[in-house]
């Protein structure tokens, strides 16, 4: 069983580890990483979260993410995350840090808390759909769509896709400074 740094609400670590299922039952602070793929088209790559999982099923979200295992570094969590999800293997250097933010939200009557710090990371790549094998247990499909289509989703407020306002301000405000369409 996965265990889990419990934080404290600044960041820190308290010491003390739960399940990922404890995580959430109890609304324990916790660490987790965003991985966002954009590609040298100015595409975005988005997962289709499996209609198996608990968080969101069936909707489209973050190219990789997942919380970080007790004792992992932000960076390792964030390669390893990767890894399984998308099946590739990256190097510290692919990944660039553009931010931090702290989800704090309750679902399913609140019986799934989710009180996490996350860090969020770009990786520039030129690996095409094909190129990953996803982990089918937690992902139905990956799909590279335009920058500026999935800017149109997220002002929509598209129903099939996860929202992350504070995310999405900080993942455009790094596009648009870089002038990433």
């Keep these: 069983m996965e265990m889990i740094d419990i934080l404290n609400e600044d960041g820190t670590l308290t010491g003390n580890q739960a399940s990922k299922t404890e995580i959430h039952e109890k609304g324990f602070w916790h660490?987790?990483?965003?991985?966002?793929?954009?590609?040298?088209?100015?595409?975005?790559?988005?997962?289709?979260?499996?209609?198996?999982?608990?968080?969101?099923?069936?909707?489209?979200?973050?190219?990789?993410?997942?919380?970080?295992?007790?004792?992992?570094?932000?960076?390792?969590?964030?390669?390893?995350?990767?890894?399984?999800?998308?099946?590739?293997?990256?190097?510290?250097?692919?990944?660039?840090?553009?931010?931090?933010?702290?989800?704090?939200?309750?679902?399913?009557n609140g019986k799934y808390i989710n009180k996490e710090i996350n860090d969020i990371y770009l990786v520039f790549t030129k690996l095409r759909e094909e190129d990953f094998t996803i982990q089918v247990e937690e992902l139905e499909l990956i799909t590279y769509i335009p920058i500026s289509e999935f800017k149109e989703?997220?002002?929509?407020?598209?129903?099939?896709?996860?929202?992350?306002?504070?995310?999405?301000?900080?993942?455009?405000?790094?596009?648009?400074?870089?002038?990433?369409l």
Excluded: C
């Design 31 to 108: 660490r987790a990483a965003h991985m966002w793929f954009v590609n040298d088209k100015d595409k975005i790559l988005l997962q289709k979260r499996s209609k198996n999982v608990t968080s969101h099923p069936g909707k489209y979200d973050i190219s990789a993410a997942g919380h970080l295992s007790a004792g992992d570094l932000p960076l390792q969590g964030a390669l390893r995350e990767v890894e399984e999800e998308l099946g590739i293997k990256l190097s510290e250097n692919d990944l660039v840090k553009i931010g931090e933010v702290r989800t704090n939200s309750t679902q399913y």
């Design 153 to 180: 989703w997220v002002n929509s407020g598209r129903e099939d896709l996860v929202m992350h306002p504070d995310e999405f301000k900080i993942l455009f405000q790094y596009l648009d400074a870089h002038q990433i």
